[in-house]
């Protein structure tokens, strides 16, 4: 059985930083796409950052380049995304999602598995 886990979300402070873990059961991580994705309520969910599978190719949306990261580790069967200069507008339910082929996408309907979520809250 596939199963997901975020966690790591909290309430930080304008500018703070937070990293965000994702671990997996039932699959292999490296072999397939997994992607981060959010959803702020009355808001559509939003794909931010994605990595294929064995190559390990990362991607950003414009909405946090430069201020995000995402990383895997391959040992621990663990995917990360650690967020920098985080903003009020930055606050959403962060979810983690793998696909079932290594070709990532931001498209949210072309992940088979995602996990429960993690709250992440930006306020002063």
């Known amino acids: 059985q596939v199963q997901l886990v975020e966690s790591g979300g909290g309430l930080v402070k304008p500018g703070g930083t937070l990293r965000l873990s994702c671990a997996a059961s039932?699959?292999?991580?490296?072999?397939?796409?997994v992607g981060w994705f959010r959803q702020a309520p009355g808001k559509e969910r939003e794909g931010l950052s994605c990595?294929?599978?064995?190559?390990?190719?990362?991607y950003y949306s414009g909405s946090v380049k430069g201020r995000v990261t995402l990383s895997r580790d391959n040992a621990k069967n663990m995917v990360y995304l650690q967020m920098n200069s985080l903003e009020p507008e930055d606050t959403a339910v962060y979810y983690c999602?793998?696909?079932?082929?290594?070709?990532?996408?931001?498209?949210?309907?072309?992940?088979?598995?995602w996990g429960q979520g993690t709250q992440v809250t930006v306020s002063s």
């Open positions: 999602a793998a696909r079932e082929f290594p070709i990532p996408t931001m498209n949210g309907y072309e992940y088979h598995s």
């Open positions: 990595i294929s599978g064995p190559e390990g190719s990362t």
């Open positions: 039932g699959l292999t991580l490296n072999e397939y796409a």
